[in-house]
């Protein structure tokens, strides 16, 4: 079934992003706009294949900020037609948005090098997609999924936290389900992008935060839902690419309210650390990975502070129980990909 499909389990190509921002989305979230979290317009297929052309070496090619499979098939194609102009080698992946994803489309994808796709799922929880506006249900969006990966393609899913109505338990029922229909498909592994919902400026969400309908989480509070997610998501064996949204300049200033840090990704490990610790020995000692250090000493001992809350000794005794293992292998860590 994998035809001209990229065998990406192991493509480790530098990135060249595109973003899209909005392009062609069926209709407006109540949390986004993509225009405030890239800054940036789109850009015309042209100056991408002009782009693509001047590149030396293979790359990954993403089009990521919009519904990539919605736009006009023409536009979609020359889109496509642009990552001809890479370097042999290059592939491409996109994001977007359940609704727009058929079988014929997928099928319209095989002459190309498309190593995955990503689909904004955001939640599976029917009261958390309604309030979101996101126009399907969690089944059709488990169908979806299902539809991409029988197709042969590598499956990305982007989930959130913090939405309305949405609870912890909701997130972690999420990514259950997504195992299992994984699972069920015989497919290889699934990769996952963990966003925290921020209220941005000129959204519904802003909107409704300022009737009072919608209270964001505090910063603990979303880097504790998205640690316990990213715990759950490495145990039942998805990659995940990234935790926390790409900070720009143009993000922090269009923030209304929500669980924003420039560093979300890394306050979340610090918890997922500190939850397999507890896993592997509930009082210590612990023997950890040198290369992890700065999750408990970075960010003004964030992570630190964290077990010696969950485990109600100071500080300075968790110190005492914590050896590093110092690796000699140039590798990454075994859950880390790269990001982007
Ligand atoms: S969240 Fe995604 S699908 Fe929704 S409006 Fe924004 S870019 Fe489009």
Redesign the pocket.
Same mark, same amino acid.
């Given at each position: 079934m994998l035809g001209s499909r990229v065998d990406v389990t192991d493509v480790r190509l530098p990135r060249f992003p595109v973003f899209l /921002?909005?392009?062609?989305? /069926?209709?407006?979230?109540v949390?986004? %706009?993509?225009g405030e979290i890239t800054g940036e317009g789109g850009v015309p297929p042209a100056s991408v294949k002009e782009s693509l052309a001047r590149l030396e070496t293979p790359h990954e090619i993403c089009y990521f900020?919009?519904?990539f499979t919605c736009l006009p098939e023409e536009q979609r194609g020359a889109y496509l037609d642009a990552v001809r102009s890479a370097p042999d080698g290059s592939v491409v992946r996109f994001?977007? %948005?359940p609704l727009c994803v058929a079988g014929p489309v997928l099928r319209g994808l095989s002459t190309h090098p498309v190593s995955m796709i990503e689909l904004?799922v955001?939640s599976l929880d029917d009261t958390v997609l309604a309030a979101?506006?996101?126009g399907y249900t969690g089944e059709f969006a488990l169908g979806v999924m299902d539809l991409v990966m029988r197709e042969g393609y590598r499956l990305g899913v982007q989930l959130m936290t913090g939405l309305p109505g949405q609870s912890e338990e909701s997130s972690l029922e999420d990514l259950r389900r997504i195992a299992l229909l994984r699972d069920r498909a015989g497919a290889p592994a699934v990769s996952l992008r963990i966003y925290p919902c921020l209220v941005l400026e000129k959204t519904g969400l802003s909107e409704m935060f300022r009737r009072g309908d919608y209270s964001a989480p505090s910063l603990d509070h979303a880097v504790l839902h998205a640690g316990r997610m990213l715990r759950e998501a490495k145990r039942l064996g998805f990659l995940v690419q990234r935790v926390g949204l790409h900070d720009t300049p143009s993000l922090s200033t269009n923030v209304v309210a929500g669980p924003y840090h420039p560093a979300f990704g890394e306050l979340a490990r610090s918890v997922e650390l500190v939850a397999c610790l507890l896993e592997a020995n509930p009082a210590g000692p612990w023997e950890i990975d040198g290369r992890r250090r700065s999750m408990l000493f970075g960010h003004d001992r964030y992570g630190l502070r964290h077990l010696a809350d969950r485990t109600g000794l100071s500080p300075s005794r968790i110190e005492e129980l914590i050896r590093f293992k110092e690796v000699m292998t140039g590798r990454r860590g075994t859950n880390d990909v790269p990001g982007d």
């Amino acid at each position: 079934m994998l035809g001209s499909r990229v065998d990406v389990t192991d493509v480790r190509l530098p990135r060249f992003p595109v973003f899209l /921002p909005m392009a062609s989305c /069926p209709r407006r979230c109540v949390y986004c %706009h993509q225009g405030e979290i890239t800054g940036e317009g789109g850009v015309p297929p042209a100056s991408v294949k002009e782009s693509l052309a001047r590149l030396e070496t293979p790359h990954e090619i993403c089009y990521f900020g919009g519904s990539f499979t919605c736009l006009p098939e023409e536009q979609r194609g020359a889109y496509l037609d642009a990552v001809r102009s890479a370097p042999d080698g290059s592939v491409v992946r996109f994001s977007t %948005h359940p609704l727009c994803v058929a079988g014929p489309v997928l099928r319209g994808l095989s002459t190309h090098p498309v190593s995955m796709i990503e689909l904004g799922v955001s939640s599976l929880d029917d009261t958390v997609l309604a309030a979101c506006n996101r126009g399907y249900t969690g089944e059709f969006a488990l169908g979806v999924m299902d539809l991409v990966m029988r197709e042969g393609y590598r499956l990305g899913v982007q989930l959130m936290t913090g939405l309305p109505g949405q609870s912890e338990e909701s997130s972690l029922e999420d990514l259950r389900r997504i195992a299992l229909l994984r699972d069920r498909a015989g497919a290889p592994a699934v990769s996952l992008r963990i966003y925290p919902c921020l209220v941005l400026e000129k959204t519904g969400l802003s909107e409704m935060f300022r009737r009072g309908d919608y209270s964001a989480p505090s910063l603990d509070h979303a880097v504790l839902h998205a640690g316990r997610m990213l715990r759950e998501a490495k145990r039942l064996g998805f990659l995940v690419q990234r935790v926390g949204l790409h900070d720009t300049p143009s993000l922090s200033t269009n923030v209304v309210a929500g669980p924003y840090h420039p560093a979300f990704g890394e306050l979340a490990r610090s918890v997922e650390l500190v939850a397999c610790l507890l896993e592997a020995n509930p009082a210590g000692p612990w023997e950890i990975d040198g290369r992890r250090r700065s999750m408990l000493f970075g960010h003004d001992r964030y992570g630190l502070r964290h077990l010696a809350d969950r485990t109600g000794l100071s500080p300075s005794r968790i110190e005492e129980l914590i050896r590093f293992k110092e690796v000699m292998t140039g590798r990454r860590g075994t859950n880390d990909v790269p990001g982007d």
